[in-house]
């Protein structure tokens, strides 16, 4: 059981927007750590895909963003493409664990 | 540019050991921490520890402390993670990350394959 807490599935149509939740704790999110996402395609290694809560890194685009509010986070995807299917994962870490980065369960994105 | 360049896969029996690496390029190799993340076929990422190359220091997580030991290298640039007392649940890819500013995870090492079976 992760520390963070995802929906294992989400989907959506070409065109649409989604949102995958990442909830937490007073000692991670709650506590004022950073959420980060990472993108992971089949049979590769992750992808930062969001930093600092909502901040995108050079080269990815525009339709990914990420918010956080108190205990949770959230990252959406607006103009879904093909491309997009695959899972997602938020990390943070954890005061109550000496600081450890802590990873949500992921969550698989189907482009149906 | 910034590499992080892992060994090749293991094959080990359980109750053994294994000994990976992961070799750093392109930046400064002491200014910034290493994470090790697991994932288990079909599974999610697991955190298993981090090591500051600058001082040696780490921090594992509690499900692996007693059966890890993360160590390095500064005169070729690499870190090490062994863990001890295999089973078939150890079965995964191993990778190793930078941790960059704000505790992100910026690069990753290709993975390493390490099965386990006898």
């Known amino acids: 059981q992760s520390v963070l807490t995802q929906p294992p599935s989400v989907s959506g149509a070409p065109g649409q927007r989604v949102t995958i939740s990442c909830t937490g704790s007073?000692?991670?999110?709650?506590?004022?750590?950073?959420v980060h996402w990472y993108q992971q395609l089949p049979g590769t290694a992750p992808k930062l895909l969001i930093y600092?809560?909502?901040n995108r890194p050079s080269g990815v685009p525009d339709r990914f963003s990420g918010s956080k509010s108190g205990t949770s986070a959230s990252l959406a995807i607006t103009g879904l493409q093909a491309e997009d299917e695959a899972d997602y994962y938020c990390?943070?870490?954890?005061?109550?664990?000496?600081?450890?980065?802590?990873f949500g369960g992921g969550t698989h994105l189907t482009v149906v | 540019q910034v590499q992080l360049v892992q060994s090749g896969a293991e094959v080990k029996k359980p109750g053994a050991s294994v000994k990976l690496s992961c070799k750093a390029s392109?930046?400064?190799?002491?200014?910034?921490?290493i994470h090790w993340v697991r994932q288990a076929p079909g599974q999610g990422l697991e955190w298993m520890g981090v090591?500051?190359?600058?001082?040696?220091?780490?921090t594992y997580a509690q499900n692996f402390q007693g059966r890890v030991t993360m160590t390095r290298d500064t005169s070729t640039s690499t870190v090490y993670m062994e863990l001890s007392s295999l089973s078939s649940e150890d079965t995964a890819v191993y990778y190793c990350?930078?941790?960059?500013?704000?505790?992100?995870?910026?690069?990753w090492g290709q993975g390493t394959l390490v099965t386990v079976s006898s």
């Open positions: 392109g930046y400064t190799f002491i200014s910034h921490y």
């Open positions: 007073s000692s991670n999110i709650g506590a004022g750590f950073d």
């Open positions: 090591i500051n190359p600058s001082d040696s220091d780490t």
């Open positions: 990390q943070s870490y954890d005061s109550s664990l000496s600081g450890s980065a802590v």
């Open positions: 990350a930078r941790k960059s500013y704000s505790g992100r995870i910026d690069y």
């Open positions: 600092a809560n909502n």
